[in-house]
């Protein structure tokens, strides 16, 4: 979770807007500024640090690098539906998420959309790890695209420098479920985590950063008889669809899915201190895209009737593949599922795409937690949330005559 090293300093930026025109800049750019976090790693920064920075990661390039992912010229169309009723005060939760952006749709039509932190529509709000379910949706096209020839191969297969590690008879079915048996901490609160530390890794020359850190780390368990939450799992598997396709991951998902889908505005994807694409978290995108994104999971992963993906392989994708330790839920190939058929995609501090198949609904969300990366409490109205949703849908399909 750390970003490139901040050495600016607040005169340094200044510096910064001076030349470029202070009112030349959008107010995205002039809020990161006015807030410069000096702690390289996000997970610490202050609140109004996020606020100002989770919407503009891609405005400076001394804080963080990128690569765009184009947008094509033929949106994809979001009508409006008639307005969503709900039992609740949506103006009280989007408070209580400090919610930057809701979005709600339900049979392809628009039923709610709500902007909070002085964001709006046209703005990008940072992914973290929702990004991992769209990887994850790239290692599918792969396989349909023959670059990947199938999902029990092995990481070393495409990543000859793990080779001899802990990662050399691990599948990329294991992976992608997050079930390799290698030892990780993804305590975010903690300073020494893995997760707070692989970025910062000094990587032998001429090797990955992230391939660097993960084949030192030592196994625990045997492959595939436990699971346990890792981002640089997820990153790896974007090195290898990278390694794979030969493409950078933000020109694959460019050509398979942002423009093919008709996302509306360009995105992008922060980089590695060696120039991958982090790819268990840090897209930037528009609320209403990452609405679109769900919509064209929901669709089947089709674009005009064609699946970018192998037949099967999302039902797979979006189902219990290993169970999680918690009643109803389990994991699938990057997304979090429940029983009931409904999956999501979620990063820390409020992001979030919900699915659920049976009711045509997305549900897509940005914030800022005010209790932090993992806020228990809001996680929790964000679940009485999507039920609510739910419940609403279903009475106005209970209250509509029957044709």
Avoid at 189 to 212: C, I, M, R, W, Y
Avoid at 217 to 234: D, H, K, M, N, Q
Avoid at 308 to 333: D, F, H, K, M, N
Wanted: glycine share 10%.
């Amino acid at each position: 979770m750390k970003l490139k090293k901040i050495a600016l300093g607040t005169l340094a930026v200044l510096a910064i807007a001076g030349t470029a025109g202070w009112f030349s800049l959008d107010k995205e750019t002039r809020g990161l500024i006015a807030t410069v976090p000096t702690n390289k790693d996000l997970l610490f920064w202050s609140q109004p640090q996020r606020d100002a920075a989770f919407r503009a990661l891609d405005r400076i390039s001394l804080l963080a690098k990128w690569h765009d992912i184009p947008a094509g010229n033929a949106p994809s169309a979001l009508p409006p539906g008639p307005p969503l009723k709900l039992p609740l005060d949506v103006d009280a939760y989007l408070a209580g998420q400090r919610s930057a952006a809701l979005i709600v749709l339900h049979d392809g039509k628009l039923r709610l959309e709500r902007y909070g932190l002085d964001f709006d529509s046209k703005g990008r709000w940072t992914s973290f790890s929702v990004a991992k379910s769209i990887t994850s949706t790239l290692v599918g096209a792969a396989l349909r695209d023959g670059s990947i020839r199938s999902m029990d191969d092995k990481v070393s297969d495409y990543i000859p420098e793990m080779k001899g590690s802990a990662y050399d008879d691990v599948s990329i079915r294991q992976l992608l479920t997050m079930t390799s048996g290698v030892k990780w901490n993804e305590d975010y609160a903690d300073p020494k985590s893995d997760v707070a530390q692989f970025n910062n890794h000094k990587p032998e020359e001429g090797v990955d950063a992230l391939v660097s850190y993960m084949r030192k780390l030592p196994r625990e368990v045997p492959a595939g008889t436990r699971w346990l939450y890792s981002t640089g799992e997820t990153n790896l598997v974007g090195i290898l669809v990278n390694r794979a396709t030969k493409k950078p991951l933000a020109t694959y998902l460019s050509e398979k899915i942002w423009v093919p889908a008709g996302m509306e505005q360009k995105a992008t994807w922060i980089l590695s201190k060696t120039g991958q694409e982090i790819s268990g978290c840090c897209i930037q995108a528009a609320p209403r895209d990452f609405a679109r994104f769900g919509q064209f999971i929901l669709n089947g992963a089709t674009v005009g009737g064609k699946p970018i993906v192998p037949e099967g392989w999302l039902e797979q994708a979006t189902t219990s593949r290993t169970p999680i330790g918690q009643s109803g839920r389990g994991y699938g190939y990057q997304w979090w599922t429940y029983d009931t058929g409904a999956f999501t995609a979620r990063g820390i501090f409020g992001q979030g795409i919900f699915i659920d198949p049976k009711r045509k609904l997305v549900i897509a969300s940005n914030g800022d937690w005010g209790g932090g990366a993992r806020d228990p409490s809001a996680s929790a109205a964000r679940e009485a949330f999507y039920l609510a949703v739910q419940k609403a849908v279903d009475e106005e399909a209970a209250a509509t005559p029957a044709r």
